[in-house]
């Protein structure tokens, strides 16, 4: 077999179906198994790994915040906390910002924000518009808000007061919605990521801003996966021209270090007031440092822009060499977050790319998804397509 050593672990919860491989390191776009056999990463912790791995940037800041403190209740200040919110407020044009430390504890904090939002308003019954194929998370409530039976199954019962919608179809929405007094808000990714790299349109998210205005609904897009420069804008939905009310945030946030942010504006800002809502590790000195640290070096490096000129040449490359392969139905995505959807289940392919060096998933059953780190190169993109165009088109033949 082609990887030697396959780890058992008896003793760790088996929610994972794990590939038989062991990373020991990482440099760059680039980790090496406890064998020595090297891979191009073009999974990235699943959109975590913004800067790759072991930035010579990144390094010593965390070694220098690690030596002065890692983490201090939220009790006291810590002043770094304040710079990491003025920053995202900036780049997001929005005004106000909660620390966690995941994308579901992000997306349970936005959960949180629009039934009180409703409550506020003396909508008892409050509910939130959700979508068909939508992942936010695996708490209850952001699991029921999630569009996927499997991720459901053997939960129940859900978490109530969520109204599913498919996406980019505004008429269904307004159908819907139609004369429901007890609506609050709306919830999408700007790119769906687990559902299977599903962008909602530029059109489709300008014209549920405005549907939202229209009936005083708050508009909240989870950017867990999209946002953080991925696809060469801060936030997915900036391509829209567009400004949510609330904004989960966490993966990329950080660079790896656990980091997860909500993310408001005017309308939503202030709805949270002291003893509603909180979390020991959110906002610890250790990952706004890293969060810090992640938009310096991406400013520094052009990262935003490394992503969506690299993004593309991926895109088209692979459009090019996939798109009249029987089998291939189509290669979407923005910037570094990219999908190729196959007519077939073909997890398969994540193995078999393995073998050959190159780290990615399949979600949805019949997406290759890649969110790779953004300092991929040119020239990384390269042999990312040398390495999976053969391999789509061997499994597709066979
Ligand atoms: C869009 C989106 N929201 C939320 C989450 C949940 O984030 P976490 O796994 O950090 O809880 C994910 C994770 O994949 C995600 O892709």
């Known amino acids: 077999m082609s990887h030697p050593v396959a780890p058992v672990e008896p003793h760790v919860m088996t929610t994972y179906g794990r590939l038989p491989i062991a990373l020991s390191h990482g440099r760059g776009s680039r980790v090496w198994d406890v064998n020595g056999k090297q891979y191009l990463d073009a999974l990235g912790g699943i959109a975590v790994n913004t800067l790759g791995h072991a930035h010579p940037k990144l390094v010593p800041a965390l070694q220098d915040q690690v030596a002065k403190m890692i983490h201090c209740s939220n009790y006291y200040y810590n002043p770094a906390t304040e710079q990491l919110a003025a920053q995202l407020v900036e780049r997001s044009g929005m005004t106000n910002v909660f620390f966690c430390s995941t994308g579901l504890e992000a997306n349970e904090a936005a959960l949180k924000l629009a039934r009180k939002y409703g409550h506020d308003k003396g909508i008892t019954h409050p509910q939130i518009v959700v979508y068909e194929k939508a992942f936010h998370g695996r708490s209850i409530a952001t699991l029921s808000a999630t569009g996927n039976p499997k991720v459901q199954a053997g939960f129940g ?41 599903n962008p909602m349109t530029p059109d489709y998210m300008q014209q549920v801003r405005a549907l939202c205005d229209t009936n005083d609904w708050l508009l909240m897009i989870d950017e867990v996966q999209c946002g953080m420069g991925r ?60 969060g810090l640290e992640t938009i310096r070096i991406m400013e520094e490096d052009g990262l935003l822009d490394n992503a969506a000129k690299v993004g593309f040449q ?33 997890g398969a392919l994540v193995n078999r790319c393995a073998d050959h060096g190159l780290l990615l998933s399949v979600t949805a059953d019949s997406v290759v998804r890649m969110v790779p780190p953004l300092i991929l190169t040119g020239a990384e993109a390269d042999e990312l397509v040398a390495i999976l165009v053969p391999q789509i088109k061997a499994f597709l033949a066979e």
Do not use: Y
């Not at 949510?244 to 949270?272: E, N, Q, R, T, W």
């Not at 060499?321 to 073909?346: A, F, N, S, T, W």
């Open 231 to 290: 696809t060469g804008k801060w936030f997915a939905h900036q391509w829209a021209g567009i400004v949510p009310d609330v904004m989960p945030l966490a993966k990329g946030l950080g660079s790896g270090v656990p980091i997860g942010a909500v993310v408001a504006g005017p309308k939503a800002a202030h709805i949270f007031q002291p003893g509603n809502h909180g979390t020991t590790f959110g906002g610890n000195p250790l990952s706004i440092r890293a």
């Open 314 to 346: 991926l895109l088209t490359a692979l459009t090019t060499q996939l798109m009249h392969v029987p089998g291939v139905k189509e290669v979407r995505g923005k910037g570094l977050m990219i999908g190729i959807e196959l007519d077939r289940p073909c």
């Open 157 to 197: 019962p859900l978490v109530e007061g969520f109204i599913r919608v498919p996406v980019n179809d505004i008429e269904a929405i307004r159908k819907a919605t139609a004369g429901n007094p007890n609506v609050v808000a709306v919830f999408f990714e700007a790119i769906q990521g687990e559902g299977g790299v």
